[in-house]
């Protein structure tokens, strides 16, 4: 067998035919011409790129070869040089193999001759690519045409150039990139964007390590986020001071030290730490002195004085023993949970005889309440335990004067929709009763927050009212009065605090702030209201307004950044008293006095600050223009109508 190509070894006779040969011809002399003819046919089979017709080139040499050796192997039955014919024959085989190898050669020059006209049309093909890519800007793409055309044109100029054109592009995609990121820095830094503007200069960075701008913009927002927060410590430590909160202030004071040890607001907020924290410990002595009161009054029988001191010692200092004990002197009475004992309020309120207490668990209890009975109900806090009812339905709350006395306690009162009706329900209404509201929230009524009417009393401690469609308080009708301490009438739709057609109000220690018109309008013919210690700020209209012949005490009270005024005393017959107040920061006016209206005393007082007149006590007003409202007789369970404006 021949180990090369696995066929078997031709016979002598076979060889001599390959080689174009009868037996016995003389083949000798001519072998060196077919070994020149074998090489030409070895350099076809490397170097044509027909596969086809490189296996035909390659089988024909290695019948060739075979035959060649073959032959070699046999020349001993070569007969004679003088035999005839022999040179005719010789002549005849190579004519044979030389048609072959030529054909083959012909075959293979047109054959590369084909494939460099493909290979030139393939180039220009990738050019063209490469040129698309470069106009589109896809740099990538257009790196990879490059490479590509280099391996079939290694170093032409057109790769060179197309080479060139896409870094040059690149740079400048990413000179571009790097001023849009550093706009947008810019841009972030101006809205005071902070995270925003952090987040661009990494990108900046990253992009650009040493851009020129890296460090001034990384100042930039440095600088700002400390200002901002400077700007918030400042805006919360005075609304600290004004809503008394000492602890709170203490804080936002120390953290400001730290931030800005320099500014010069510091010096006013550690003053009034400093008195908040003397507050403080005044309180806590007193809430002790209470405690022990109380603590001597627990006689094992329910006592309203004894829980009452305790209530005023867990207001002023709210400690656990101070809870325990008055949770133990609550239970000496009858007591009524829900749920537990009655799945509803109503239910409960139905069983209860006098002077029971009602307990809430925590949840919201969907629910208008009628009290006819004086009860103590009581939630577990604000937030906790919340009471609602539909707007256009009824109060949440109703206290008739057979309730007389009953208190509620530690949970929200609010109302669900919304009703533009002429008449709409208070979320709180005192009918002739006395009511006591504590330690609650009421908010979102369409109607006004907490109404007394019909010779009602309204005592309000540590109570928030927001975001009511009318008034915060409402007192009107002979008789009828509202005492307010510690209490905050928040963004109401109309004024914070109204004391109209024989209404009265006594305000301390409270504030009266974004309301949608005054602050306190108090304008009950004859009949003597006061505001102590009020912070009235940020009003629409006139902080406070004082008219229509009313009755004023106003002292020690704050009025700031009101719209239309700070205080304002209107009217024939009105009079006031005021000492110890500010007025600053008011738009139009600080204070203002008609001519007709009296006050005194007043001193101590203090404008600054406001925009237009800061002072004028004997002021030429125009008639008044708003007359005294009508009496409201609203019965029991009936919807209430709106108070009047305030005087312009």
């Known amino acids: ?36 003819v074998a090489d030409k046919l070895e350099k076809l089979v490397r170097t044509t790129r027909d596969e086809r017709l490189q296996d035909n080139f390659r089988e024909e040499l290695n019948r060739l070869n075979d035959a060649l050796r073959v032959v070699e192997a046999g020349r001993d039955r070569e007969p ?21 190898v030529a054909a083959g050669w012909y075959g293979n020059d047109r054959l590369l001759e084909g494939d460099l006209s493909r290979d030139r049309q393939s180039h220009e093909a990738l050019a063209e690519q490469a040129r698309l890519a470069l106009e589109s800007r896809a740099w990538d793409r257009a790196e990879s045409v490059y490479s590509e055309l280099d391996n079939l044109e290694p170093g032409s100029p057109r790769v060179l150039e ?74 919360s430590a005075g609304e600290a001071l004004q809503e008394e909160e000492w602890s709170v202030l203490a804080d936002y004071t120390a953290k400001l030290e730290s931030l800005a040890p320099d500014h010069e607001q510091l010096v006013r907020f550690r003053e009034a730490t400093a008195e908040g924290m003397r507050i403080l410990e005044e309180r806590r002595i007193r809430a002790r002195a209470l405690y022990e009161k109380a603590l001597a009054l627990d ?14 010692a867990i207001r002023l200092d709210n400690r656990k023993e101070y809870q325990d004990l008055y949770n133990k002197m609550s239970a000496y009475t009858r007591l009524l949970k829900v749920p537990g004992d009655y799945s509803t309020i109503g239910e409960a309120l139905s069983a209860a005889r006098p002077n029971d207490k009602i307990r809430l668990a925590e949840g919201t209890f969907s629910e208008s309440l009628t009290l006819n009975v004086r009860v103590d109900l009581e939630g577990a806090g604000v937030g906790k335990s919340i009471i609602e009812c539909d707007a256009a339905s009824a109060s949440v709350l109703l206290a008739t004067k057979e309730a007389s006395g009953s208190r509620v306690a530690a949970v929200t009162m609010r109302q669900t929709g919304i009703s533009l009706a002429a008449e709409r329900y208070p979320i709180a209404l005192a009918d002739g009763a006395e009511l006591v509201i504590e330690d609650c929230h009421l908010e979102k009524g369409s109607g006004h ?24 308080l409402a007192v009107n009708g002979e008789g009828s ?13 109309h004024h914070g605090i109204d004391a109209w057609g024989g209404g009265q109000v006594s305000v301390k220690a409270s504030r009266a702030t974004r309301n949608g018109l005054a602050g306190a309008v108090l304008m009950s013919r004859g009949i003597r209201s006061e505001l102590v210690q009020c912070t009235i700020d940020g009003n629409r209209e006139v ?102 404006v305030s005087p312009k």
Not at 2 to 26: C, R
Not at 451 to 459: D, F, Q, S
Not at 481 to 493: G, T
Not at 579 to 587: D, I, R, W
């Open 1 to 36: 067998m021949n180990g090369d190509n696995g066929e078997e070894d031709l016979s002598y006779e076979e060889a001599m035919k390959v080689l174009g040969y009868e037996p016995g011809a003389i083949v000798s002399p001519h072998l060196p011409v077919f070994k020149r």
């Open 80 to 100: 004679s040089l003088r035999v005839r014919g022999m040179g005719l024959r010789f002549a005849l085989s190579l004519l044979v193999v030389g048609a072959v």
């Open 162 to 235: 197309g080479l060139q054109r896409i870094a040059e592009g690149r740079e400048e995609a990413r000179r571009q990139q790097v001023g849009f990121v550093l706009g947008s820095t810019r841009a972030a830094i101006e809205e005071r964007n902070w995270e925003e503007a952090e987040s661009r200069l990494r990108e900046l960075i990253e992009m650009e390590a040493g851009h020129s701008e890296g460090d001034e913009l990384r100042s930039l927002i440095r600088e700002g986020r400390v200002s901002d927060r400077i700007a918030i410590l400042l805006e």
């Open 299 to 312: 006689k094992g029988e329910f006592s309203d004085p004894a829980l009452e001191t305790l209530r005023e």
């Open 449 to 472: 927050g907490v109404a007394v009417i019909n010779g009602g009393a309204g005592r309000l401690r540590n109570v928030q009212v927001l975001k009511c469609g009318w008034d915060g």
């Open 481 to 493: 009065r509202a005492e307010a301490v510690d209490c905050r009438f928040d963004s109401n739709f």
């Open 543 to 644: 902080g406070v307004s004082v008219s229509n012949g009313t009755i004023a005490v106003l002292k020690s009270n704050r009025v700031q950044g009101n719209l239309l005024g700070g205080v304002m005393v209107e009217g024939e017959g009105t009079t006031a008293g005021m000492e110890g107040n500010v007025a600053e920061e008011n738009s139009k006016f600080g204070i203002m006095v008609d001519h007709r209206s009296t006050v005194q005393p007043f001193r101590d007082n203090i404008t600054r600050g406001n925009k237009g007149e800061q002072l004028k006590l004997q002021a030429v007003m125009p008639e008044e223009v708003v007359p005294p409202p009508p009496l409201l007789d609203v019965p029991a369970g009936q919807p209430v109508e709106a108070g009047p």
